[in-house]
């Protein structure tokens, strides 16, 4: 079992920068690959970024390719995603993902999610 807590949305302005955390217990978590995932009011959930156990392997999607940064540490069992040049259309409520395997951009493949955090952006 494992349990996820994200914490670092808030609310900013375009082009500004927020670091999202997402802490995970449980004794698996060093070994899970971890996905970050969003969704906006009235949308589907869809894949931001994703992470290996090792921190050896990353996937973006598509939108953020370039401004966000998926990163690990697993001596505190925590999964960052640095966002840089935040635009208002990544306004949405991100939420990580965990599962024992390897990565994937289909939120089907995650065994585990945390509660989300809140990410505004203002224009």
């Known amino acids: 079992q494992v349990q996820l807590v994200e914490s670092g949305g808030g609310l900013v302005q375009a082009g500004d920068s927020l670091r999202l955390s997402c802490v995970g217990s449980?004794?698996?978590?060093?070994?899970?690959?971890v996905g970050w995932f969003r969704q906006a009011p009235g949308k589907e959930r869809l894949f931001v970024a994703a992470?290996?156990?090792?921190?050896?392997?990353?996937s973006y999607g598509d939108s953020v390719k370039g401004r966000f940064t998926i990163s690990r540490d697993n001596a505190k069992n925590t999964v960052f995603l640095q966002m840089n040049r935040l635009k208002p259309e990544d306004t949405a409520v991100y939420f990580c993902?965990?599962?024992?395997?390897?990565?994937?951009?289909?939120?089907?493949?995650?065994?585990?999610w945390g509660q989300g955090t809140q990410v505004t952006v203002s224009s």
């Open positions: 992470i290996t156990w090792s921190g050896g392997k990353t």
């Open positions: 993902a965990a599962v024992t395997g390897d990565i994937s951009p289909q939120q089907e493949w995650y065994d585990y």
């Open positions: 449980g004794r698996t978590f060093s070994a899970a690959a």
